[in-house]
């Protein structure tokens, strides 16, 4: 292992529990107990990472409940990082170099070391005020993923399909869950969303009814943990393709949902879907980029270069052209999905399948191909012609709709609004924090300087491809 690569790795310390959380797992360190302790890579799927780790390291099947609380505690003042799990398996015998010893005697008979036996207190506090009020955090709770395989064989009943035991769980917190279940049929998928994501669970069963063809099969809602569940899908994701078959696939379902979904925006706003259509977006441009010039205030170095007010200004007047010009050319209010990139697209030989509709929304068609011709722009670059070929695709079952011209117009002006609807879709531009959060505001900055990229190439074309 290169230098590099261990950097990108950090340690967890893992406190495994059984029975309700009333017996704890210790690993032999000389002549002392301690934490069992793996290594993972930052900035991948947590849960998944460990889990697969105490597999391999132990031989133990293990869940993850949630990483507890920890980093302001006096005791934690280094900043470990530790992650509390439960053992699949309630009775079985110890790993070699291990020990299952009652919770409550940590700092008795087997004590540990002062920082860990702290995190093992506090932990314990945490899961005894999730089981008093399990709403609050239903996954944080030690013996629900029995409950969910009993739940999940109660929807698989009536196809005949029984859940083999198996399991990868990806995603995990109090309130989230993504978790893959093994069945003697095709694998389901499990998914639970808290704040701020609620309103996936509504986004989602309204897809599944309106376009079943594009979105997987929904099997179950558990809506006291706002949950679903749903079949496996066929495929791949799109960014295990290296095939620009698969992208133009892609491109081309996508034009063929939106068309599909055209008449519906009412019901997809009423479900949850955020509203962007151009009109919405074109009231939120004083208030963004007012908000940008504080931030732009705030910057001490350059580069990168600090937008003036008078081109923040000459910016704003240029989105609310672009969105004007774009709704005189006429495109319908469709489905969207601000957060449109390859990990949310299951590509196969058929079709494709759209999944994770969190940042689902309602706007101008072209601004959700923008985000896939973008992500097409970085994994094709040694192809002159890949985003060329997958915006024919996309464009292809438009021409029943609109001109090539039209078209053409449209797809000019969509790269600059792209980038502000994806940096209003959420709120936390409007947040005092944000003044507050260095890396937030550069990364804000950094958008608002694209957009204002986008604007000057849009003024270099010529007018007459505009207009």
């Known amino acids: ?171 995990a917190s109090p309130t989230f869950s993504l978790i893959r279940i093994e069945t003697n049929g095709p694998a389901v998928w499990f998914k639970a969303t808290g704040e ?85 977006l074109i009231e939120q441009i004083d208030p963004f980029l007012a908000r940008m010039g504080a931030l732009m205030a705030t910057q001490k170095k350059q580069p990168p270069v600090i937008l003036t007010e008078s081109q923040l200004q000459l910016l704003g007047d240029e989105l609310k052209d672009a969105c004007s010009m774009l709704r005189d050319l006429g495109f319908p209010n469709t489905l969207g999905h601000v957060d449109f990139n390859p990990g949310n697209i299951l590509a196969s030989p058929e079709t494709c399948i759209f999944l994770d509709w969190a940042e689902g929304c309602v706007t101008t068609p072209l601004i959700t191909f923008e985000y896939l011709r973008e992500h097409c722009r970085r994994y094709h670059l040694e192809e002159a012609k890949a985003a060329e070929s997958i915006a024919s695709a996309y464009l292809h079952p438009w021409q029943s709709f609109f001109s090539p011209e039209d078209l053409a117009r449209g797809m000019a002006l969509t790269p600059l609004v792209a980038v502000f609807a994806y940096a209003v879709s959420g709120n936390t531009w409007r947040s005092s924090e944000t003044l507050r959060n260095p890396a937030l505001a550069g990364y804000l900055r950094s958008l608002t300087r694209r957009m204002h990229r986008e604007a000057i190439r849009i003024g270099e074309r010529s007018e007459p491809c505009l207009r």
């Open 1 to 171: 292992m290169n230098c590099n690569e261990q950097n990108d790795r950090e340690t967890y310390r893992l406190m495994i529990t059984r029975r309700r959380a009333t017996e704890l797992l210790l690993a032999a360190n000389g002549s002392v107990w301690s934490l069992p302790r793996v290594k993972v890579r930052t900035g991948q799927r947590l849960a998944e990472q460990l889990t697969e780790a105490v597999r391999k390291t132990f031989g133990t099947e293990a869940y993850s409940l949630f990483v507890p609380g920890l980093v302001s505690a006096p005791e934690n003042a280094l900043g470990t990082k530790f992650a509390l799990l439960e053992s699949v398996k309630q009775n079985d015998a110890a790993p070699p170099g291990t020990c299952w010893v009652p919770s409550t005697t940590t700092s008795g008979e087997a004590p540990l070391p002062a920082e860990e036996g702290a995190a093992v207190r506090a932990s314990l506090q945490e899961v005894k005020r999730y089981l008093a009020e399990p709403l609050s955090g239903p996954f944080a709770r030690p013996g629900w993923l029995k409950e969910l395989f009993e739940w999940v064989q109660q929807q698989l009943e009536p196809l005949g399909v029984r859940v083999t035991g198996n399991f990868q769980q990806l995603n």
């Open 196 to 280: 701020p994501n609620t309103h996936e669970l509504p986004v989602t069963v309204t897809l599944a009814r309106l376009f079943p063809c594009y979105v997987p099969v929904l099997l179950g809602v558990h809506s006291s943990w706002n949950g679903w569940l749903s079949r496996e899908a066929p495929g791949s994701t799109l960014d295990n393709f290296a095939e620009l078959s698969a992208w133009t696939r892609a491109a081309n379902t996508l034009a063929k949902l939106q068309i599909a979904s055209i008449g519906k925006t009412a019901e997809l706003l009423e479900s949850g879907c955020k509203d962007h259509a151009l009109l919405r």
